[in-house]
């Protein structure tokens, strides 16, 4: 008695604890495919429960007239997880109702009439066929869906050996397939439940228009790479004159293109990275594959919209991007680098793609020495558009000839971009004969241009 107990109590368990579940889910939800499992499940454990006191109860207990309800409970799970898995289908979901209702009452009447059992075991039989080719086809866990229901058809088929041969083994077979059974059940009723909490932690943490993740969760992702010491590249970018798109187009065509911009930005670093919206327009990426070429991925994305958006409506992209080397030590640092290298495509033409480290290289070569009098000019113009300096201005003359309007004014032009000493200062210590840079206005002298910070327009703090 003991192998028919044992199997029964664990299968007892195991549709007591998706009941509990579902009980539990429903309370919070209050949705009708919940209530419906609920419900199958509860005629589950009652029928489990009553066929274990029955074994109690009994000293040789005659377990023929208990198998074929017994049975029918497989079939009764089976509709409530379609129901859970497909709440929209109403009217496959009314016969699947209507059948398992019928056999549900033909297996309660086998247990009061002879010879009605192995029959009720036929018609669950095919019912199991028909739901396999009939109803599996759209469901998202197809496999699990064949599996459970082609072992709850194995233990009918045992069923009916039993009820026919009066043979045991083929009873222990029976309680087999159930056990089975439920264990599949099981494993598709957690895997949907862990599939909604994925859905639910998805949403959680990205955009909803374009789906792609939020500036936080990029930013983190982004530390976690370069603090674990992995390849890790960020692509920034940004769409050209979007501000223009959604005041003369409408922000309903605003909506696509970023749509558009952020699908593209996700293709091109699928398998590779991840996507992010960082603020407004700009779309972000991470790369963290060794193997894969940041410049062909960024150009990759940059000529993808240029040639996918004229569906919409045509903008093109300026990018900028950024590699992990051994002197950043932030996130933050690698993505603001990114981002400088974005201002420099925009200022510089716009729909393109500049490389940080390209980028700054250029300008060490470029900057190196130049002749004073285009410093002047070209401090006067920076200065004017950023309205700060990462760097003390340093004196560049000791002294200064006592003659010359020409040098005077110059000198005094540089005193209002904070480049020298005043010029009180400079006419107390001016004195005769040569000194250093004496000729300085005869002919160019070269001198180190102090490094310059501008403050980028286009990065938008949240």
């Known amino acids: 008695m003991l192998t028919q107990i044992i199997p029964s109590f664990v299968i007892l368990t195991a549709y007591l604890v998706m009941l509990i579940m579902a009980v539990i889910f429903y309370r919070r939800w209050k949705t009708s495919e919940y209530g419906f499992l609920a419900i199958t499940l509860a005629a589950n454990v009652l029928v489990f429960s009553s066929y274990g006191l029955f074994l109690l109860s009994q000293e040789e207990p005659s377990v023929r007239s208990f198998t074929t309800i017994l049975g029918t409970t497989s079939i009764m799970t089976i509709a409530g997880l379609y129901r859970f898995f497909k709440p929209k289908k109403h009217k496959e979901f009314l016969f699947i109702l209507i059948g398992t209702g ?11 009439v002879n010879g009605l059992s192995i029959f009720v075991m036929l018609l669950d039989i095919v019912a199991c066929g028909a739901f396999i080719y009939w109803m599996t086809r759209e469901l998202p866990k197809r496999k699990l869906f064949i599996a459970a229901v082609g072992t709850a ?10 009820i026919a041969a009066n043979t045991y083994f083929f009873h222990h077979l029976f309680l087999l397939g159930q056990f089975l059974f439920c264990l599949i059940a099981i494993l598709i009723f957690f895997d949907r439940i862990v599939d909604m909490v994925y859905a639910v932690s998805y949403k959680s943490v990205t955009d909803g228009l374009t789906g792609l993740y939020y500036k936080s969760f990029f930013v983190k992702k982004v530390d976690e790479a370069v603090q674990g010491k992995q390849p890790a590249t960020v692509i920034f970018s940004d769409i050209d004159n979007f501000k223009q798109v959604n005041d003369t187009q409408g922000h309903l065509v605003g909506d696509q293109i970023l749509k558009l911009v952020g699908q593209i930005m996700k293709e091109v670093c699928q398998e590779i990275g991840i996507a992010g919206r960082y603020g407004g327009e700009e779309i972000v990426g991470l790369i963290t594959d060794s193997k894969a070429d940041p410049s062909v991925i960024a150009e990759r994305f940059r000529s993808r919209v240029e040639q996918e958006s004229g569906a919409i409506y045509p903008v093109t992209v300026s990018v900028g991007y950024s590699s992990r080397t051994n002197h950043i030590e932030s996130g933050e640092q690698l993505i603001h680098q990114a981002d400088d290298a974005l201002y420099l495509a925009k200022t510089s033409g716009k729909n393109k793609v500049v490389n940080y480290a390209d980028d700054r290289s250029e300008h060490q070569d470029q900057f190196a020495s130049v002749p004073l009098q285009e410093l002047i000019v070209e401090a006067e113009t920076a200065h004017s558009f950023s309205g700060e300096s990462e ?3 340093k004196p560049i003359f000791e002294q200064a000839p006592a003659e010359a309007d020409e040098e005077d004014v110059a000198l005094r032009e540089l005193e209002q971009e904070g480049f020298t000493e005043t010029v009180q200062e400079i006419e107390e210590t001016k004195h005769d004969g040569d000194f250093p840079g004496s000729d300085l206005f005869n002919k160019p002298a070269l001198v180190e241009v102090p490094k310059k910070t501008f403050k980028n327009p286009f990065r938008k703090d949240e």
């Open 102 to 112: 019928l056999l549900f009452l033909l297996g309660l009447i086998s247990t009061f």
């Open 153 to 162: 058809g194995f233990s009918y088929l045992m069923n009916v050996l039993f």
């Open 391 to 393: 760097v003390e201005p």
